[in-house]
C-alpha cells in the first residue's frame, strides 16, 4: 500500500496523559499536513510541514501541540496533558505540486482520539 | 480568512437518480483553486474533483460535475446516476495562497437501492 498511512489507529487515553501519533505520507511528497475533525464538522488545519520546514501553524494548535518532521519523511503529532476536548479524529495528508498548478492532497485514514 | 458554507447537513435520494451538492465560500483571493472531498463511512478522504477558480468552464470528472459560479462564491457538485458507492460525507475546500484547505461542515449523502 502506498497511500498515507497513521499510526495508531485508535488511541483511547485519560485526562492529562500525553498521546503521540505518526504519518508516514506517500514517499515522494515533499508536503505535510495535520488536520483534526471533531464529530459533526469538516477537518480544520493544524499546520504544515514543506520537507522538514514547518510553515504554518493555526491558533487551534495550541502550547499542548507540537509537530516534527525531523528528516523531511514521517510526521509525529504530539498532545500533553490532553483534555476531553482534544478527542477527535486527527488527520494526516500528504502533498507533492510538482509540475501541476493545484495541490492535490492525500488523506491517511486518521487516528481516532479519546480522551477519558 | 476563508469560510464555507454547506447550507445542507444531509440528503437523500435513490440509486440512478442526480443529486446536485450546494457549497458557497468567502475569499479574498484571486487566485484560487476549490476541491470536493467525500468521506465515505469509516473511511478516508478521497478527492472527488477540483476546478481552478481562473477557468471559466466547469470541470467534470465521469459522473461527477461542477457549477462553478465565481462572481456569486458558489461551487455545486453535481452527482449523476447516484450509485451506492456515493453514500458518504461531501466536503466543499477552497485553497487559496495559504497550502491549507478550509472545509465546509460537510453534508451526508445517503444512496437508497
Known amino acids: 500500500d502506498t497511500g498515507v498511512s497513521q499510526n495508531p489507529r485508535h488511541k483511547i487515553t485519560k485526562r492529562g496523559q500525553n498521546v503521540t501519533f505518526r504519518c508516514d505520507p506517500i514517499s515522494e511528497h515533499n508536503r505535510l499536513y495535520w488536520y483534526r475533525q471533531t464529530l459533526g464538522q469538516g477537518p480544520e488545519f493544524l499546520t504544515y510541514?514543506?520537507?522538514?520546514?514547518?510553515?504554518?501553524k493555526s491558533r487551534l494548535l495550541s502550547d499542548r501541540f507540537s509537530a516534527e518532521r525531523p528528516k523531511g519523511s514521517f510526521s509525529t503529532l504530539e498532545i500533553q496533558r490532553t483534555e476531553q476536548g482534544d478527542s477527535a479524529m486527527y488527520l494526516c495528508a500528504s502533498s507533492y505540486p510538482g509540475l501541476s498548478s493545484y495541490n492535490e492532497q492525500f488523506f491517511g485514514p486518521g487516528t481516532r482520539l479519546t480522551v477519558l | 480568512a476563508q469560510t464555507v458554507t454547506q447550507s445542507q447537513p444531509e440528503m437523500s435520494v435513490q440509486e440512478a437518480e442526480t443529486v446536485t451538492l450546494s457549497c458557497t465560500y468567502d475569499?479574498?483571493?484571486?487566485?484560487?483553486?476549490l476541491f470536493w472531498y467525500k468521506q465515505p463511512p469509516s473511511r478516508q478522504m478521497i478527492l472527488v474533483i477540483r476546478?481552478?477558480?481562473?477557468?471559466?468552464q466547469n470541470a467534470t470528472e465521469n459522473r461527477f460535475s461542477v457549477n462553478f459560479q465565481k462572481a456569486a462564491k458558489s461551487f455545486s457538485l453535481k452527482i449523476s446516476d447516484s450509485q451506492l458507492g456515493d453514500t458518504a460525507m461531501y466536503f466543499c475546500a477552497p485553497q487559496g495562497g495559504s497550502e491549507k484547505l478550509v472545509f465546509g461542515k460537510g453534508m451526508k449523502l445517503t444512496v437508497n437501492p
Open positions: 510541514f514543506q520537507n522538514e520546514a514547518q510553515l504554518e
Open positions: 476546478q481552478e477558480a481562473y477557468k471559466q
Open positions: 475569499t479574498s483571493e484571486n487566485n484560487y483553486y
